[in-house]
């Protein structure tokens, strides 16, 4: 579907551009590079990160496994790497079989293959490569615990008494408990081995979550800490009776379950000793990270730290896995996503569009950086356009194409030219935020994240320039025209005050599915203070009703045909998965309201079609808007689409120049300036275009 015109006259194409939609060239330099960079890598034995000994238990391996990962610590293959201009690798380190004999500390398990890895981080820098260290997240039982006998009591106990293993499959591998601190004692004399002995540029920590219930942790440490926590938030009687009922919080009991399936029955949190539960949980695994990225920083500042705790879904991570993205807030410079159900497509069965772009979205506004792997072209392009390449001091940028360290293909080879160019130093625009809170996301199982989803879902397809919030940043709202608030129904009366102000100075607020219809503890108000939607002050408060996926979608994006399939929710309802990412049937309707309710307009409209993606970043020093575009439709070349872009800086433009993997050279674009509006024609595209504009100095 087209977007509305709004240039009168579409810009003439350039020459050079014009003669790139008839044909590309046979070969860009950037297909050079990555055939010259595959030459010289063939027949490395790229390192794994990933200990000997944990795949030979694990199994499932090549028959040659032994052989190539005793060859990946060849320095060779090093010397090799940096000459493709390689800047970066992740090695093993620890991955919590135990650590015996090692500088005092006891030899087993792992103790050889570290001293390997401290070898070849030494060759590594020798070339001036940063070293990324590996940490996992359990305890294998059959090796840790002969060598620490005391970690038994470390574990995590669920309600029965039951360790909770890794998976059903690798059952040799418990989780430890979140609230123990001799495990973390245990995992700094770790890290201190791999910041001071190893010398670490980075750290990434995986299995960073909890399981789902009925795996809580009831063991004495938690309970213990859950009323430690309850009096904290509750400390006098008063308080606590009418939160539970009870004066006495030490006589309430940590939620437990008569089965198994118990937990996938309920559709929302209403008890509140089970709403304190899920809060207790998110913050406990959040206390052990920020615990060791702090002792981590105090042994050397410049190390960068990073976790695995994946993104932001359309599902309720909060309740099933205990992860609060904003709790890491200050305490993290990296998070991987590492989630395969999420990569970048339209779906083949429903031609809805997946992206992780709300993961970006939220992850910039908490001051945190991505690391993907970037093999998909489409993947990569994603990643480069949206995410945060964040400054860590002592280390540099984290968060751009470097990861993907053994990937050559064009694409990747387009991207390390001009990232540090134009990917850092920049900071987005966003007209509109969406905006997230505690309660509404974390007290809904299921529905409340279909709305939200779907709200964002509306703003990423049309080009809306937004930004994702949570409650911690409520103070942001002034910044921004428009904020919508889909299906956070549980509100505070301070947050409804500072909402209602926000209208009054001149702000719109834009509202879907039950808004404001509870308090922060999801009892129901006799009366929504947001609802009816009308004028307030300079501002005012607009309704768009409830949002659900559109009834039908088309197989477009790689699907065969044009058979048209149902799109609806699942029946269980405990996930609103991405296939189901359908625009809602009046999704055209909805983009007119939020650009009415924006008192300036939008900083950025387009006519491309709504299989693309975009972002509009500034670059003060330099004095540069950049611009993004990411088709999603692999089947269909962009053919040319007008842009019109608000002027970020008080001088005028004075050129408009488009860089993409489709062509060697940048291509100067012809541009129109009027009223603080510049208007181009974006050539022909393939898959990504970058344009800068560039400003008067």
Request: with cysteine.
């Amino acid at each position: 579907m087209k977007r509305r015109t709004f240039l009168s006259t579409a810009l003439a194409l350039p020459a050079a551009a014009a003669a790139q939609t008839d044909s590309a060239p046979a070969l860009t330099r950037w297909a050079k590079s990555a055939q010259r960079k595959r030459e010289l890598t063939q027949g490395i034995a790229w390192p794994n990160h990933e200990d000997l000994a944990f795949l030979l238990r694990r199994g499932g391996n090549p028959d040659d496994v032994v052989e190539h990962w005793e060859a990946q610590h060849d320095p060779e293959n090093f010397q090799r790497m940096a000459a493709a201009g390689i800047r970066y690798c992740r090695l093993h380190f620890y991955k919590g079989l135990g650590l015996h004999f090692y500088k005092g500390l006891g030899l087993a398990a792992e103790a050889p293959e570290i001293e390997k890895t401290k070898r070849t981080a030494a060759v590594m820098h020798q070339y001036g490569m940063k070293v990324s260290l590996y940490m996992a997240g359990t305890m294998f039982v059959e090796s840790f615990y002969r060598e620490t006998p005391e970690a038994k009591d470390w574990e995590q106990r669920d309600q029965y008494g039951h360790w909770v293993p890794y998976t059903q499959t690798q059952t040799y591998r418990h989780y430890p408990c979140p609230n123990e601190p001799k495990y973390r004692d245990y995992l700094k004399r770790v890290l201190k081995i791999g910041v001071e002995d190893v010398k670490a540029d980075q750290i990434v920590f995986d299995n960073v979550m909890l399981q789902p219930e009925p795996h809580s942790c009831h063991c004495p440490r938690c309970i213990r800490a859950f009323h430690e926590m309850l009096r904290r938030r509750y400390p006098t009687k008063e308080a606590a009776y009418r939160r539970f009922g009870f004066a006495d919080v030490e006589w309430l009991q940590a939620p437990e379950w008569d089965s198994p399936a118990a937990a996938d029955s309920i559709a929302s949190v209403t008890d509140p000793v089970m709403q304190e539960w899920v809060r207790f949980r998110a913050e406990s695994l959040a206390h052990h990270c920020r615990d060791l990225y702090d002792y981590i920083k105090s042994l050397k500042p410049a190390v960068s730290v990073g976790y695995n705790i994946k993104g932001l879904y359309s599902f309720n991570r909060i309740w099933v896995n205990a992860v609060y993205h904003p709790l890491y807030q200050g305490h993290a410079d990296f998070l991987c996503y590492d989630t395969s159900g999420y990569y970048s497509r339209l779906d083949p069965a429903t031609g809805a569009l997946v992206s992780q772009i709300r993961s970006y979205k939220m992850t910039r506004r908490l001051g945190i950086g991505v690391e993907e792997g970037l093999s998909d072209e489409l993947h990569a392009a994603v990643h480069m356009a949206m995410n945060y390449e964040k400054p860590v001091p002592g280390f540099g940028i984290q968060g751009g194409p470097f990861m993907g360290y053994n990937i050559f293909t064009p694409f990747m080879e387009f991207f390390r030219e001009y990232n540090d160019r134009y990917c850092t130093g920049t900071g987005n625009v966003a007209d509109v935020a969406v905006w997230r809170n505690w309660p509404s996301m974390a007290y809904s199982i299921s529905a409340n994240w279909i709305p939200v989803t779907l709200a964002e879902q509306v703003l990423i397809q049309y080009k809306v320039p937004f930004d994702l919030l949570h409650e911690e940043q409520i103070d942001r709202l002034p910044r921004y025209g428009a904020v919508i608030l889909a299906a956070q129904d549980c509100l505070s009366q301070s947050q409804i005050d500072q909402l209602l102000a926000y209208v009054r100075g001149g702000g719109a607020l834009i509202l879907a599915g039950g808004t404001g219809d509870y308090n922060e503890w999801k009892e129901k108000r006799r009366t929504n203070p947001l609802l009816p939607p009308r004028a307030e002050g300079r501002g005012r408060i607009v309704s768009i009703g409830n949002l659900a996926p559109g009834a039908r979608a088309s197989r477009g994006g790689g699907g065969d045909g044009d058979t048209e399939i149902t799109a609806g929710v699942d029946q269980s309802g405990r996930r609103f998965s991405p296939p189901q990412w359908v625009l809602p049937e009046n999704h055209a309707e909805i983009y007119r309201a939020i650009e009415s309710a924006l008192p300036k307009g939008l900083s950025l409209t387009t006519e491309a079609p709504l299989t693309t993606v975009a972002e509009i970043y500034t670059r003060p020093e330099s004095r540069e808007t950049i611009l993004h575009f990411v088709n999603f439709d692999k089947k269909s070349k962009l053919t040319p689409f007008a842009v019109a872009c608000r002027s970020q800086f008080p001088v005028p433009v004075k050129s408009v120049t488009l860089l993409s993997p489709d062509a060697d050279d940048p291509v100067t674009v012809p541009h129109r300036e009027s009223n603080g509006v510049v208007t181009f024609t974006v050539p022909a595209t393939r898959l990504y275009a970058m344009l800068v504009i560039a400003h008067s100095s």
